[in-house]
């Protein structure tokens, strides 16, 4: 079963748009912590963010925000006032204290900005 | 400071032929890891190295798939008899420790098999 999942395959938005990339992950850990990469067409990936799972306060960061939520267990990443610039594959990264050295990556959904 | 880096960031092989990947993780970061991600794919987790432990090699696709980890630093990915369905982008990163800390990713090594 897949621990977890990026429904959104691709999502193309207009420059200036609000964007949400989803993510729902599945663990029976109670400790456990959520990352998001990015990677640009350039390929390299790049660390968003992490949130453990006794957090969920919503993290805002510039035009970037994340929504935790255990109750759906979710993830979401939204992206405001968008840009060229964010055009990239997103990843949503699971990791569990009980298998400590493992990432569990989603599958990626690739944002398309549209100038 | 320095990153990740791997080399080379373009390999093309004949089938058949042996390769070897290189990856310099960031000083300091005793965990190192290995994924492979197939065009439009998403990340296959291959290897994993924490310190001087036993690495983790329940991602190696086959006995083809090699790698070690010299001195705590380098590490070497090696592929021996390549085939066609090894063409992938080969990432490597590191990260303080085990687990949760996030992993710095390098540029990847992209292996075509001719």
């Known amino acids: 079963a897949q621990k977890v999942t990026q429904a959104q395959t691709e999502i193309s938005v207009v420059e200036k748009e609000d964007v949400t990339l989803d993510c729902v992950y599945e663990?029976?850990?109670?400790?456990?912590?959520l990352f998001w990469y990015k990677q640009p067409p350039s390929g390299e990936l790049v660390f968003l963010i992490r949130?453990?799972?006794?957090?969920?306060q919503n993290e805002i960061s510039g035009r970037y925000s994340w929504n935790f939520q255990k109750s759906t267990s979710s993830f979401n990443f939204t992206i405001t006032a968008s840009q060229v610039v964010d055009s990239a594959v997103y990843f949503c990264?699971?990791?569990?204290?009980?298998?400590?050295?493992?990432?569990?990556f989603g599958t990626g959904t690739s944002l398309t900005v549209i100038p | 400071g320095a990153g990740v880096s791997q080399s080379p960031s373009n390999k093309v092989t004949e089938k058949g032929k042996d390769v070897e990947l290189r990856c310099d993780p960031i000083s300091g970061h005793t965990a190192l890891y290995w994924y492979r991600q197939s065009l439009g794919q998403g990340l296959e987790f291959l290897i994993y190295?924490?310190?001087?432990?036993?690495?983790?090699k329940s991602g190696l696709p086959s006995d083809r798939f090699s790698a070690e980890r010299t001195g705590g630093s380098v590490s070497t990915l090696t592929i021996q008899r390549t085939q066609q369905e090894d063409s992938a982008v080969y990432l490597c990163?590191?990260?303080?420790?085990?687990?949760?800390?996030?992993?710095?990713f390098g540029n990847g090594t992209r292996l075509t098999v001719t």
């Open positions: 663990t029976r850990d109670t400790t456990y912590y």
């Open positions: 949130r453990n799972s006794f957090d969920e």
């Open positions: 990163a590191s990260s303080l420790e085990q687990g949760h800390s996030p992993l710095h």
């Open positions: 190295f924490q310190g001087n432990s036993a690495p983790d």
């Open positions: 990264a699971l990791s569990e204290a009980s298998t400590g050295n493992q990432f569990y």
